[in-house]
């Protein structure tokens, strides 16, 4: 991402805090994994969003109409142990050379040095109740002011969350955005088609996990955007579940949730196959009503369209469904009132997609579900989880689960399916697994 990129964003966000107030807002931190191992560091979305700066231990402040700069980056100092052991950082120098700061200083100058850009503004943006350390020292550093107000200096009188303006910022997402989220969601597809394609019976859940890793980082992107949770028969009805450890077994179907990050931008694919193949009837029955309650669900997406229509029309399909499947029984518009297809569809169609995979930006606008606009990227991600000890469906449903997942670019006209390089439907599916199966 070019610097020019940042630069626009910290012109947008100085003209929202307006004069006379100021924004601050941390860097991640280096989290200990056990003795000398940190975890992979990850940069704050915001904070990333606003500096291009990927280190730890850094603070941004921005103060319109700062007449010695009004970007100022506090960072580690320039230190050549710490970058013989650890590798290179900005330092004060690179801070203002490299990425544009007007002004830089040790972040271990942090207390002295902010109280006195504090004074005499009257609005502290920040991201509020975020990172306790930061709420603890600016209210440290706002007290320190006020004891000081016989010299005549005014301390800030109002506190205001940053999330609003930047999250509003990130929901639209620009073309040098879209170049990155494009790039991890074509990498993404290549790894999907790939673990479709290396699928058998036999293999486990992490060896198809590696599989996607291994050609994420073939193509140069080097972390997932979230852990990916590859999970065979019954463990697809478990939502969130990346143990990955099973034995892969004919007769079962196969979940895949996994997408690259690229530049700090998330991909989030999910397709559920044969293990074989071939889907069994059960199987296809129920896939075919999830594709359905996709395909349609998709076909919502366009300019001025409320966010939960997409919601709405995939829950009136699956409804309809699972009546005419038998696995629910009663009057349509009743089951859904009473929200029954919550047994076995208990998520929402999807969430806004972005730097963070559940990205940010307000679904709700003054209590109405907001609508669609350009830019906006969104993932359509219904799914069907039966219970494998659900008694009320007949025994052949049970202990399947099914989600299907791309990610959506609302467009002027409609909607971009980014991520449509996966087959779905069940021929092109049974049909890349068969050719596969026969090259062997
Ligand atoms: N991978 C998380 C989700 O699909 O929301
Ligand atoms: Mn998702
Ligand atoms: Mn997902």
Known sequence: MKQSEFKKRRKQLMQRIGKGNIALIGSASVRTRNRDVDYPFRQDSDFYYLTGFNEPDALAVFIPGREQGEYILFCREFDEKKALWEGA????????????????????????????????????????????????????????????????????????????????????????????????????VQAHVKAMQLCHAGRYEYQIEADIVHHLMQSGLRAVAYPSIVASGKNACTLHYTENKAQLKNGDLLLIDAGAECDHYAADITRTFPISGKFTEPQAQLYQLVLNAQLAAIEQIKPNIPWNAAHDISVEIITKGLVKLGLLKGRVP????????????????????????????????NQEWRKLQPGM????????????????????????????????????????????????????????????????
């Not at 007290?143 to 929901?171: C, D, F, K, Y």
Request: hydrophobic share 40%; aromatic share 6%.
């Open 334 to 365: 009743k089951l859904i009132k009473d929200e029954k297809y919550k047994q076995f569809y208990m998520h929402r169609i999807g969430h806004w997609l972005g730097m963070d995979v559940h990205d940010v930006g307000d679904y709700k606008l």
């Open 377 to 440: 990227v969104l993932t359509i991600e219904p799914g069907l989880y039966i219970p494998e000890n659900c008694k009320t469906v007949d025994k052949k449903w049970r202990g399947i689960g099914i989600r299907i997942e791309d990610d959506i670019l609302v467009t002027k006209t409609g909607h971009e399916i980014l991520t449509n390089g996966v087959p779905k439907t069940i021929a092109d599916i049974e049909t890349l697994m068969a050719r596969d199966k026969e090259i062997g």
């Open 89 to 188: 950082h900005a330092g004060l120098e690179g801070a203002t050379k490299n990425y544009a700061a007007h002004d830089s200083f040790p972040i271990d100058d942090v207390d002295e040095i902010l109280s006195g850009m504090l004074e005499n503004k009257n609005k502290v943006f920040y991201p509020m109740g975020r990172n306790s350390d930061l709420d603890h020292d600016l209210i440290g550093w706002i007290t320190h002011i006020r004891n000081q107000s016989r010299t005549g200096v005014v301390a800030p009188v109002e506190l205001a969350s940053i999330e609003p303006i930047l999250h509003e910022m990130r929901l639209f997402k620009t073309t040098a955005e879209l170049a990155l989220m494009r790039r991890a969601a074509e990498v993404s």
